[in-house]
């Protein structure tokens, strides 16, 4: 949810990262609804647990107007989404369901319709995402794609390098720099959360301070990039691999600059660059920094 910010959606981010997040806001008055029951029924400890911390995260995270004021004092524009990871609704909705069915079972509770239609509300609320783009079961032990996985293997395999230097598009490179330690990427993540939601000018393009720009305005962002500009890029940052989706417009124009086809996946292209001066990269050696005894 990098492309929503504060500053573009103003109070309306609100109700586009519950969307995004949640599939509706029917899920947000589900918590309010599960939020009532736990001051009425629910014991102290629950509501010493739940209360406090679900007050403070309606009065903040769930208050239209707060994301737009907090960003006017602090750089976390783009990130204020991840506010709602840490609030209650997420644990208290699901606890409180579990809570009725066991009551349910038991024979605990009179109304039993009521609950009933609570708990279809609750999956329909809470599952839009399932119905829409239906469940994706982790192709791996790595909850990482395969192709991922084969990306990797193969540019290990061609590097003569430790650690080889690749650039590779928005969400495999944030995947890679979890999946893969021996694997340098040319962009790092702050680059990228900025490529993603804004377009560079002509001064950061040519700037030779930051020449990772060039790549992300000419490869991701399709901007006007001079093609020799690029090569340079690719120089200056010691990158050796460039990896695109398979049918990206900047493939054939990459050959033309002198890369080479390493090989195919199911949905990218791996091109080579072959840097005039080689680079290697080696760890920093802390050895000399240990002290028996400390």
């Known amino acids: 949810m990098q492309d929503v910010t504060v500053s573009a959606l103003k109070i309306a981010y609100l109700r586009e990262c519950l969307s995004r997040y949640n599939g509706s806001t029917g899920y947000l008055m589900l918590f309010f609804a599960m939020l009532l029951f736990i001051i009425v029924k629910g014991s102290e400890k629950e509501k010493k647990i739940f209360v406090p911390m679900s007050v403070l995260s309606v009065a903040t995270v769930y208050n239209p107007v707060f994301p737009h004021m907090i960003t006017l004092f602090t750089k976390i524009d783009s990130e204020y989404y991840r506010f709602f990871w840490i609030t209650p609704v997420v644990i208290l909705v699901p606890y ?16 039993r319709k009521t609950v009933i239609v609570l708990l279809v509300l609750a999956i329909l609320l809470s599952s839009g995402s399932v119905f829409n783009s239906g469940m994706r079961i982790a192709e791996n032990k790595y909850k990482i794609p395969d192709e991922l996985i084969e990306i990797s293997e193969i ?7 430790e650690y080889p230097k690749a650039f590779l598009e928005f969400e495999y490179n944030m995947q890679m720099r979890q999946y893969d330690p021996k694997m340098l990427l040319t962009i790092d993540r702050e680059d990228y959360l900025y490529a993603v939601s804004k377009e560079y000018t002509t001064e950061m393009v040519d700037s030779d301070e930051k020449p990772q720009y060039r790549l992300l305005a000419g490869l991701v962002r399709y901007q006007k ?7 340079e890029a690719l120089e200056m940052t010691d990158t050796e691999y460039v990896v695109l989706t398979t049918g990206s417009t900047m493939i054939p124009i990459l050959e033309d600059l ?3 086809e390493v090989a195919t996946t199911k949905g990218h292209t791996i091109l080579k660059y072959n840097q005039k001066e080689i680079v290697p990269f080696e760890l920093v050696d802390y050895s000399g920094c240990y002290v028996e005894g400390l």
């Open 96 to 111: 409180i369901m579990t809570k009725l069915v066991i009551m349910l079972m038991d024979g605990k509770i009179k109304y």
């Open 155 to 161: 540019i290990h395999n061609d590097s003569d390098k």
């Open 258 to 260: 002198g890369l080479e």
């Open 225 to 231: 990039v001079n093609n020799e500009k690029l090569v």
